[in-house]
C-alpha cells in the first residue's frame, strides 16, 4: 500500500495513550482502590527441594489486623491445579506449594490483612517445618535423573521431548561439502517490566460475578480462573482499563489472580495481591528461557548453508506454565531468513528446583535465532569468508516470496537484501571496517555486529498442537467493535489490557482512515471481559496485524450500512454514491447528499427512513481469523503457524576494555521492514525498545543460581538491566514490503530488536575477541567472563 | 503502633497528617494524599521510578520515610502540570517524541528531567544521561527520551528568550 494514499496511517502523530503518562493518571493495577480491600503477603520456601512437614499460623493469625492465612493444602482441596497446555496430569501446579516446595522462593502460605505492612508483618512469624531434599539444578542432570524428581508422580523430569524432520536432512548432510557441530547456550533471561505483577479481586455476592483487576498480558486467563476457581466462565469478569506496567509476554499472574479470586470469595471481601520487587525476582512470572542448544550445519564450500541437525534443551524450572511452547514458536521460522533446505530438530523442555519460566518477548524465537546466526557465523569463520556475504549468499531472495520453508510456514513477504543494504549503508560499513581496524590498530579490541532475524508475528496457536495433539486449537482470532452513536460520535471497543503497545491508538488510526475521520475524535475503550469483543490478547507481535485488520473490517462494516442508509435516502443505487469524510452523495450531483450526522440520526431514530428490514443503529463487529490459518499439520508435522514475517538486520560496534571485560556498545544501527507502519513514533520505540531489551540479554543480564539451587539475582542490584549509559543513539533505517494478508500491509514490530540484538551483539564481541582467537558461545557474555578469556584464556572465572 | 503528625508541602499545596513512623514516602504520598503518579518499581533504590524532589532536588521516595519529609517540600509529576492541569512543557516534548510505552517509570523520568533542566537549559548528551542515568526504562531503550529532553530544553530556551 502506499503511502501517500494515507490520511493517518503511517503519518507522525501524538500516541493518545501518552498524555495520561506523563500528567500521572495513567490507571495502574495498584492504583484501582476498593473500600475494604485486604492485602496478601506470601511466605516462600528458603530451600530449592523440601517437604513441607508442617505449617504453624497461630502467631500469625493472632497478631491484630491478620485475617486468614491459607496454605497449599487447603487451596488444593478447593481449586482445581492450573492448566499449562500438555497432558501431564501428575505435574501438578497450584499458586501455593501442596507438599513439597519445588524451588527456593516458591510460595508456601499466604497471609492476608489490613494492611500490607501488617501481612508482611505476620507472614514473618509463621513457623514452616522443612525437611530438605537434595535438589536438581542442572538441566542436562535433570534430563537423565531418575531419583530426584521434581514432580515425582511425572516419573522423570522431562515435561516434553520431540523430534522434527522437515525434508531431506540426511542426503543434504552427505551431498554437503562440510559439516560442523557447535553447542551455545542462552541464560536465563527476562523481560523485567519495573511494573511488578498485581491483581485485585471482588466476588459480588449479588451478581455473583468475581470482579479481576489485573496486571495481565495473556492469553486464555479468564478461562484458566474460572476452570481453576471452578466457578462458570460467565462468573468471571476482568476489568481490562488498567494500564499495565510493561509485559513484553510474561504478565501473566494467573496464580496471583486464582490466589486473591479464592481469597475475595472465601472471606466476601476485595483482595490484593501486589509484587514487591523480592517476590516478582525470586517467585513471580520472571523467569524465561534457558536453553542449550547443540546444533550441526551442513554447508559448501562457497557459503551456501544446505541443513540443520538441531536439538534444544530448555529448563523450565519447576512449573511449567507455558515454557514447553517457547521450544515451538521457533518452529514457524527455523531456518531463519536463509534458503536452508532442510531440518532436523529436537525439543526437548526439562523441569529443574528453579523459579518456573514464563513467556518472553518472541516466545522462544530470540535463543533460536542466535543459535541460527551462530551457525552462519561459524561457517564463515570456517570458511575464512565474509560473514556479510555468507548471508547475502543464504538470504531468501526477494522475488521468492511468498517462501515456504521446510517446517511449512509460507513467509508473506520481504525484501531481506535490500533491507541488510540500508542497514549497512546507514552503518557506512566500509568506514567501519576502517574504525574497527585501526582501534586494533591502537591495541584495543573492537568488533562489528552482524545480524539478521525474522519476526513472526499474529499467530495461530497451532504449535500448540505440535505438542499435544489432544489440543485441536487451529485460530488464535481476534476481534474489535466500532460503535457510532446519534450524535455521529465513533466508539471503538476492544477486549484486552494494554502495556504500552498503544492499541488505543492503532484503533482510533485505522477507523479514521477507514472512515476518513480524525482519529482524535475517536475513543476508544477497553471493555471488560463480558462486554468485550473476542480476543487472545496483545501476545505474538499480533495486535496491528490482528486488531487492526479486524478494526479495518468493522469500519468497512458500518461505511456499508452508511452507504446503504443514504442510497436509499438519496433515491440512488450505491454505485453511483461517493463516500467524502462522512458525507455520502451523489456523482453527478454533489448537491444531493446526506450528511454524516443526518445518517446516524436515520440509523438510531428515523426508522421511517431505514431501508425496508435494516437493523436500526449503527454499529459493527468483526472477527478477524488468522491468515493461512485453520489447518492441522500434514503427516510431516508441516503448518502454518504465523501470517506475518517482518524482517531486521542489526549492526553494533563494540570495544571491549581488555582490563576488566566490560564491553561498550559504542553505534548500533538497525534496518527493519515491518511492512506498512500503523504509527511510526511506535513502531521506532519498539524497535529501539526491543534492541535495548536484547543488549541486556547479550551481556548483563541472568538469572543466576549457586549450583546447591540458591537463587542469587532478586535484586535489581544483581539482575542487571541496561541503563541509559548502556545503550547508545541507535540509528535506525525503515523499509517497507507491506504483508498481502492484512487490512494495510502491516506486520508485528514488538519482538524484533530483541530478536536479532543478542545474535548481533554475540558477532560483534567475538568479532573484537577473534584477533585473540577466542570466541564466547553463551549468553550473556558478562565482563568476567570475558576479561578471564582475555587474560586467562578460559571462562572459567 | 505510634504514629506521628507531620505537614509536607506537595505541589505547593499543605498537607497535615498523621502516619505511622515507617510509612514509606511513596505510600504516603500514594495512599495518604490519593497522588498516585507516583510508582512504585523496585523498593530498593535503583530503578529510580519513585522519583519525586524534596525541596528542589531528585530523591527516592521510596528509600524515604514520610516522616522525613516533615515540613518540606515535595514535587511529584502532578505538580509538573500547569494551574490549569494541563501538561507542562516538559510533559508536552515527551508526549511528541513519544518517549514512552508502559509509561510506568515516565514520572520517575520526568522528575529527573526537570532536575536537570531547572539548573542546565542546554544540556549535553552527557548531562542528559547523568540526569537520568539512575532511572530505568524497560520499554523505549532511552533514545525516544533523551530526544524529549532535548526537546523540552530547546522550547523552554524559546519560552525563556
Known amino acids: 500500500m502506499s503511502s501517500t494514499n494515507l490520511r493517518y496511517v503511517s503519518r507522525k502523530r501524538t500516541v493518545r495513550e501518552d498524555k495520561r503518562f506523563v500528567t500521572g493518571k495513567g490507571k495502574f493495577v495498584q492504583d484501582v482502590a476498593l473500600p475494604g480491600t485486604l492485602h496478601v503477603a506470601v511466605v516462600q520456601s528458603p530451600y530449592p527441594r523440601a517437604e513441607i512437614l508442617s505449617i504453624d499460623a497461630t502467631e500469625a493469625l493472632a497478631m491484630k489486623g491478620v485475617r486468614a492465612v491459607l496454605t497449599g493444602d487447603e487451596i488444593a482441596a478447593h481449586c482445581d491445579a492450573i492448566r499449562f497446555g500438555l497432558k501431564l496430569p501428575e505435574v501438578k501446579w497450584y499458586p501455593l506449594a501442596v507438599g513439597q516446595a519445588r524451588y527456593a522462593g516458591e510460595w508456601v502460605c499466604a497471609v492476608v490483612a489490613d494492611s500490607p505492612y501488617i501481612a508482611e508483618d505476620a507472614a514473618e512469624l509463621v513457623e514452616v517445618d522443612y525437611e530438605p531434599l537434595d535438589p536438581v539444578i542442572d538441566p542436562e542432570e535433570a534430563f537423565e535423573e531418575t531419583e530426584r524428581l521434581v514432580h515425582p508422580g511425572n516419573g522423570s523430569n522431562v515435561l516434553y521431548h520431540g523430534h522434527f524432520h522437515w525434508g531431506t536432512v540426511d542426503e543434504d548432510f552427505a551431498a554437503a561439502d562440510e559439516t560442523l557441530k557447535f553447542r551455545v547456550r542462552w541464560g536465563r533471561s527476562s523481560t523485567v517490566p519495573i511494573e511488578t505483577f498485581g491483581a485485585l479481586a471482588r466476588w459480588d455476592e449479588g451478581t455473583e460475578i468475581l470482579d479481576v483487576w489485573a496486571s495481565i498480558q495473556m492469553p486464555n486467563f479468564v478461562e484458566l480462573l474460572s476452570s481453576t476457581l471452578r466457578i462458570p466462565l460467565n462468573s468471571v469478569r476482568l476489568n481490562q482499563d488498567v494500564d499495565v506496567g510493561g509485559s513484553y509476554g510474561v504478565k501473566r499472574g494467573i496464580k496471583h489472580s486464582v490466589l486473591v479470586g479464592y481469597l475475595a470469595r472465601k472471606l466476601k471481601r476485595p483482595v490484593r495481591l501486589i509484587e514487591d520487587r523480592l517476590v516478582n525476582m525470586t517467585s513471580g512470572d520472571a523467569h524465561g528461557p534457558d536453553r542449550i542448544f547443540d546444533t550441526e550445519v551442513a554447508f559448501n564450500k562457497d557459503g551456501e548453508i544446505r541443513s540443520l541437525k538441531i536439538r534444544a534443551l530448555d529448563d523450565a524450572g519447576a512449573y511449567p506454565g507455558r515454557a514447553p511452547f517457547q521450544l515451538a514458536k521457533p518452529i514457524s521460522a527455523i531456518v531463519g531468513p536463509y534458503t536452508i533446505n532442510s531440518v532436523k530438530y529436537e525439543a526437548i523442555s526439562v523441569v529443574t528446583n528453579k523459579t518456573g519460566q514464563v513467556p518472553v518477548r518472541g516466545f522462544g524465537q530470540s535463543p533460536t535465532n542466535y543459535m541460527v546466526e551462530s551457525a552462519v557465523e561459524k561457517v564463515a569463520r570456517h570458511l575464512g569468508m565474509d560473514r556479510i556475504e555468507v548471508r547475502r549468499r543464504n538470504l531468501i531472495p526477494a522475488d521468492a516470496f511468498p517462501y515456504r520453508i521446510p517446517s511449512g510456514s509460507d513467509y508473506d513477504s520481504g525484501d531481506y537484501q535490500t533491507v541488510l543494504q540500508k542497514a549497512l549503508d546507514a552503518a557506512d560499513y566500509d568506514n567501519l571496517v576502517r574504525r574497527r581496524d585501526a582501534a586494533r590498530a591502537e591495541g584495543r579490541l573492537a568488533g562489528i555486529g552482524i545480524a539478521t532475524c525474522l519476526e513472526p508475528g499474529g499467530g495461530n496457536n497451532i504449535f500448540e498442537y505440535l505438542m499435544n495433539p489432544s489440543a485441536e486449537i487451529t485460530t488464535f482470532s481476534e476481534g474489535a467493535e466500532l460503535r457510532v452513536d446519534p450524535d455521529g460520535l465513533i466508539t471503538g471497543v476492544v477486549g484486552t489490557t494494554t502495556s504500552g503497545q498503544g492499541h488505543e491508538t492503532l484503533v482510533a488510526t485505522i477507523i479514521g482512515e477507514e472512515l476518513e475521520m480524525d482519529p482524535d475524535e475517536i475513543r476508544v475503550v477497553h471493555a471488560d471481559s463480558l462486554n468485550s469483543p473476542i480476543t487472545r490478547s496483545p501476545v505474538a507481535s499480533r495486535m496491528a496485524i490482528m486488531l487492526g485488520s479486524s478494526t479495518a473490517a468493522a469500519a468497512q462494516k458500518v461505511k456499508a450500512k452508511v452507504m446503504a442508509i443514504a442510497a436509499h435516502n438519496l433515491g440512488k443505487p450505491v454505485e453511483d454514491l461517493e463516500y467524502a469524510e462522512g458525507t455520502v452523495f451523489e456523482k453527478g450531483d454533489p448537491a444531493n447528499k446526506l450528511s454524516w450526522k443526518e445518517i446516524c440520526f436515520i440509523a438510531h431514530k428515523a426508522y421511517h427512513k431505514m431501508p425496508e428490514g435494516m437493523e436500526p443503529g449503527l454499529q459493527a463487529q468483526h472477527v478477524f481469523q488468522v491468515p493461512g490459518g485453520g489447518q492441522l499439520p500434514d503427516e510431516h508435522q508441516r503448518v502454518q503457524i504465523y501470517p506475518c514475517f517482518s524482517f531486521q538486520a542489526h549492526v553494533p560496534y563494540v570495544e571491549i576494555d581488555p582490563k576488566t571485560g566490560h564491553v561498550s556498545v559504542l553505534d548500533y544501527v538497525i534496518g527493519h521492514d515491518c511492512g506498512t507502519q500503523i504509527n511510526p513514533d511506535i513502531v521506532r520505540g519498539m524497535v529501539i525498545g526491543g534492541l535495548a531489551h536484547g543488549i541486556g540479554a547479550a551481556l548483563y543480564e541472568k538469572f543466576q543460581y549457586r549450583p546447591d539451587g540458591q537463587f542469587l539475582s532478586a535484586t535489581f542490584a544483581d539482575y542487571l538491566m541496561p541503563s541509559v549509559y548502556e545503550i547508545p543513539m541507535v540509528k535506525d533505517v525503515e523499509h517497507c514490503t507491506p504483508s498481502p494478508l492484512t487490512s494495510h500491509g502491516q506486520k508485528g514490530s514488538g519482538e524484533g530488536g530483541y530478536l536479532g540484538a543478542p545474535a548481533a551483539i554475540a558477532s560483534a564481541v567475538n568479532d573484537a575477541l577473534a584477533p585473540l582467537g577466542h570466541c564466547i558461545d553463551e549468553l550473556p557474555m558478562r565482563s568476567h567472563l570475558i576479561e578471564a578469556l582475555i587474560n586467562d584464556g578460559n571462562t572459567n572465572a | ?161
Not at chain 2, 516522616?67 to 518540606?72: I, N, T
Request: hydrophobic share 40%; with cysteine.
Open chain 2, 1 to 161: 503502633m505510634s504514629t506521628l503528625e507531620i505537614t509536607v508541602s506537595v505541589n505547593g499545596n499543605s498537607y497535615t497528617e498523621t502516619v505511622e513512623p515507617r510509612v514509606t514516602l511513596v505510600d504516603f504520598l500514594r495512599d495518604k494524599l490519593a497522588l498516585t503518579g507516583t510508582h512504585i518499581g523496585c523498593e530498593h533504590g535503583v530503578c529510580g521510578a519513585c522519583s519525586v524532589l524534596l525541596d528542589g532536588v531528585p530523591i527516592r521516595s521510596c528509600l524515604m520515610l514520610a516522616v522525613q519529609a516533615d515540613g518540606r517540600e515535595v514535587t511529584t509529576v502532578e505538580g509538573l502540570t500547569q494551574e490549569d492541569g494541563t501538561p507542562g512543557i516538559l510533559q508536552d516534548a515527551f508526549r511528541d517524541a513519544h518517549a514512552m510505552q508502559c509509561g510506568y517509570c515516565i514520572p520517575g523520568m520526568l522528575i529527573a528531567s526537570e532536575a536537570l533542566l531547572r539548573d542546565n537549559p542546554d544540556p549535553t548528551l552527557d548531562d542528559i544521561r547523568e540526569a537520568i542515568g539512575g532511572n530505568i526504562c524497560r520499554c523505549t531503550g532511552y533514545v525516544q527520551i533523551i530526544e524529549a529532553i532535548q526537546l523540552a530544553a530547546e522550547r523552554l530556551r524559546e519560552a525563556n528568550r
